[in-house]
């Protein structure tokens, strides 16, 4: 099969099944794994698909590009999953932090019904709107530099005020993960770094995020594995990531 034939096949598979891996279509097309990887590159560059960690994906799916106002019902029976396994984690009296996340937006409504007294911080307005309802919560916005996309804080004058407390524990967004630099990612920088600040200002401090998400990942690392306590997600990856997140002595909660 010619290299060309070959990628319209690849393409193919992409249409069919969302996403494809490297060694399936190493044994598929009989060739080597490296060679896939190619293919794989020459199709990203010529904007047909994203490259994942041991794959890829179609550019169209790749759903960490919306704004997170356009996400909110994105998965959200997911997300909902991830919020009861976060809410669990939390205990009476604590402080903790939920960064700018829609699953973050799920958890704050179980904390506004639960009967728990605890400070939370935020830098999205969702969130503290939210919270503010129920009187056991002291509810503390950050403040700072507004962003519309996200409906919340980010940048230097946020992470100045993130930086005077000690949190208990702190939920963080992310979007997705590189399995290779074993770093978690985010879309930009001034987010990164605030999402930065809050993991040197927490003592436990987990990423709450979906499945699919451990195939991605973003232009800037906030932080590493070792970084980070555990990741909260709604269905455990592959045996080959999961075996990676515990080598790195990361939870998979």
Do not use: W
Not at 44 to 67: F, M, V, W
Not at 150 to 157: C, D, H, R, T
Not at 169 to 174: M, P
Not at 225 to 253: C, H, M, N, Q, R
Request: glycine share 6%.
């Amino acid at each position: 099969m010619f290299t060309e034939e070959r990628h319209v096949a690849i393409e193919q598979c992409l249409q069919q099944k969302g996403k494809v891996k490297v060694k399936e279509l190493s044994e598929q097309f009989q060739v080597s794994e490296d060679c896939i990887r190619k293919d794989l590159k020459a199709l990203e560059n010529a904007g047909r698909l994203k490259r994942t960690y041991g794959g890829a994906i179609l550019s169209q799916d790749y759903p960490l590009e919306r704004d997170v106002i356009d996400r909110r019902n994105y998965h959200l029976d997911k997300k909902k999953i991830i919020a009861e396994k976060a809410l669990g984690l939390i205990k009476s009296n604590e402080t903790i932090f939920l960064d700018i996340s829609t699953t973050n937006i799920e958890l704050a409504k179980l904390l506004a019904e639960s009967r728990m007294r605890v400070v939370v911080v935020s830098n999205m307005i969702d969130i503290l709107q939210i919270l503010v309802k129920n009187p056991l919560i002291s509810v503390i916005g950050t403040g700072g530099i507004m962003y519309q996309t996200v409906n919340g804080f980010m940048g230097a004058a946020t992470i100045e005020v993130i930086k005077q407390y000690s949190f208990d524990r702190a939920f963080l967004g992310s979007c997705g993960v590189d399995m290779v630099d074993l770093s978690v990612t985010t879309l930009g920088v001034e987010d990164g770094l605030t999402k930065r600040s809050v993991v040197q200002s927490s003592r436990h401090k987990y990423v709450v995020m979906e499945k699919e998400k451990f195939y991605f990942n973003d232009s800037y690392k906030f932080a590493h594995f070792d970084d980070i306590s555990g990741i909260i997600t709604d269905e455990y990856p592959d045996s080959t990531i999961v075996s990676t997140l515990e080598a790195s002595g990361v939870k998979l909660i």
